[in-house]
């Protein structure tokens, strides 16, 4: 079953704006990880940030995650319509080799 | 980096029969692999861990005699949908750990007529 919820479920952006992605989940973590899938394809792995840390950077993507509430964000700033796809969060209970549970996902729709 | 090859991408059926999906690790040995069903915009939901040498894990509600996993090898996990109705079609993609984060095959659009 799903435990995290991800709003909003669809997120319609100019290039140029950035797009800012929230996940919520109810268990405790070892980890968070953020994932994009194209339509059809599978997952790619994009960002993971363990429960003692508070926010990371990948190039023009953000991460936060606050343990108290039970949540994250995913900020990609200055979009491109590349960056159309599909965003899931997904949690980790445990360290390597524990199953993931994912968010329900955002659609994101970057327009030239 | 990892890399999970997922076999076939796309495969039409007819009811009854049976299809089986390969996921291969390329370049590490993955003790552990893990088997998702997909929805149309929907998320992923874990079907079944497959571990190397022993039995699968089935989440609640997985037939797991509908739904056979082998794992004979450190690089080649396979789920075979058995007796395969309408109502099986779905995106199917396995996954492989890698450390804390996980590789993903490109799936396998199953379509059962």
């Known amino acids: 079953s799903q435990q995290g919820e991800e709003d909003p479920q669809a997120l319609s952006i100019q290039e140029g704006e950035n797009a800012t992605m929230n996940c919520s989940y109810k268990t405790s973590i070892n980890n968070l990880q953020w994932y994009r899938q194209n339509s059809g394809r599978g997952l790619v792995h994009l960002i993971l940030i363990r429960s003692n840390e508070r926010e990371k950077h990948s190039g023009r993507l953000r991460v936060t995650l606050d343990t108290s509430k039970k949540s994250s964000s995913l900020l990609i700033t200055a979009s491109r319509a590349a960056d159309t796809a599909s965003y899931f969060c997904a949690t980790a209970r445990e360290t390597s080799g524990s199953r993931l549970t994912f968010g329900e996902g955002t659609q994101l729709t970057v327009n030239p | 980096g990892a890399v999970v090859s997922q076999h076939p991408s796309r495969v039409i059926c007819k009811s009854g029969t049976s299809v089986k999906i390969e996921c291969r690790s390329l370049d590490f040995q993955a003790t552990t692999m893990f088997w998702y069903r997909q929805f149309p915009k929907q998320s992923l939901m874990l079907m079944a861990t497959?571990?190397?040498?022993?039995?699968?894990?089935?989440e609640q509600g997985v037939e797991k005699d509908k739904f056979l996993i082998n794992h004979a090898s450190l690089t080649l996990s396979t789920l075979t949908v058995t007796s395969a109705h309408p109502e099986d079609s779905s995106f199917y993609i396995c996954?492989?750990?890698?450390?804390?984060?996980?590789?993903f095959g490109s799936g396998t659009r199953l379509t059962v007529v």
């Open positions: 996954s492989a750990g890698q450390g804390l984060s996980y590789t």
């Open positions: 497959s571990n190397e040498g022993s039995k699968a894990t089935y």
